[in-house]
């Protein structure tokens, strides 16, 4: 299934600048192998030593977070929008 990632700007440094890119896979975790595949450098930013999802990404699929469906096992349906978001954190000291 095609669907469209959207990238932040951490990321786009790896896809040659695109602020999104096409990218095919049943699931979120097949995506983002197929991203890692062609933008090698993207590996670290999203995916642990473990395989599962870098904790300090957030990922939506069509505006759900995945962390509350089957995270990288989320289905991509043909025209899905992928949305990679760093994790933002901080606060007054």
Partial sequence: MAA????PTLLRAHADGASS???????VGEV???LIARYPG?????IGEDGELHRF???Y???DDIRYLEQLG?????GDEIAI???VAGGAG
């Fill in 21 to 27: 890119v096409e990218a095919e896979g049943a699931t």
């Fill in 4 to 7: 469209t990632v959207i990238l």
């Fill in 74 to 78: 989320t289905p991509v349906s043909d």
């Fill in 85 to 87: 978001l760093p994790a």
């Fill in 42 to 46: 993207m590996a670290a930013n999203l």
């Fill in 32 to 34: 983002f192998q197929g």
């Fill in 61 to 63: 699929r069509n505006d």
């Fill in 57 to 59: 990404v957030n990922v």
